[in-house]
T-cell receptor, first 114, second 109 residues
Framework: SAVISQKPSRDICQRGTSLTIQCQVD?????MFWYRQQPGQSLTLIAT?????????ESGFVIDKFPISRPNLTFSTLTVSNMSPEDSSIYLC???????????FGPGTRLTVT | GQNIDQPTEMTATEGAIVQINCTYQ??????LFWYQQHAGEAPTFLSY??LDGLEEKGRFSSFLSRSKGYSYLLLKELQMKDSASYLC??????????WGAGTKLIIKP
């Protein structure tokens, strides 16, 4: 298994500002993912962040809006840029540990944009 | 396209048994996952099926039929703490998880 922490746990931000979310894992992992979950809905994958390469973004998400860093095998950041109320959501990082591809999730960051 | 269907909401009684169904259509298949998510918390892994049949883990069991594109999660001896959303997810040929919208399970005394 893996223990994942995220900072901040929640934040209220003003429209037009940016927020950087940190994800720390207690072990080295290759694959790390960033998800968004809006209230009452399922998970939407934003991007896959592998160490040593550029993040791979899903349809509808772009690097200018959601820049990601992955400086090492235990840490990643997601920035939500130029925020609007539509970005209000829970942002989750997750990691794949090993077979059978179990994904473990961080506690999430609850973002409210006013 | 890729699609995963599961009921939006189910209600069951404490001590009873409930079955949550999931049907899927995906480009390739590398396994099906069930996750539990309590309100305001992150999802937690429950089960993984890649071969047909039933996997039992305590009060929870998960079944898979690849030919039918069908799975279910069976919860026995329901407890109030089982009230949560249950997410079905399929890993496609690119090893990417495709998520269902989740089933909110309400347990009544």
């Amino acid at each position: 298994s893996a223990v994942i922490s995220q900072k901040p746990s929640r934040d209220i931000c003003q429209r037009g500002t940016s927020l950087t979310i940190q994800c720390q894992v207690d072990s080295q992992v290759t694959m790390m993912f960033w998800y968004r979950q809006q209230p009452g809905q399922s998970l939407t994958l934003i991007a896959t962040a592998n160490q040593g390469s550029e993040a791979t973004y899903e349809s509808g998400f772009v690097i200018d809006k959601f820049p990601i860093s992955r400086p090492n095998l235990t840490f990643s950041t997601l920035t939500v840029s130029n925020m609007s109320p539509e970005d209000s959501s829970i942002y989750l990082c997750s990691v794949v540990v090993r077979d059978p591809y179990e994904q473990y999730f961080g506690p999430g960051t609850r973002l409210t944009v006013t | 396209g890729q699609n995963i269907d599961q009921p939006t909401e189910m209600t069951a009684t404490e001590g009873a048994i409930v079955q949550i169904n999931c049907t899927y259509q995906t480009s390739g298949f590398n396994g099906l996952f069930w996750y539990q998510q309590h309100a305001g918390e992150a999802p937690t892994f429950l089960s993984y099926n890649v071969l047909d049949g039933l996997e039992e883990k305590g009060r929870f069991s998960s079944f898979l039929s690849r030919s039918k594109g069908y799975s279910y999660l069976l919860l026995k001896e329901l407890q109030m703490k089982d009230s949560a959303s249950y997410l079905c997810a399929v890993m496609d040929s690119n090893y990417q998880l495709i998520w269902g919208a989740g089933t909110k399970l309400i347990i009544k005394p």
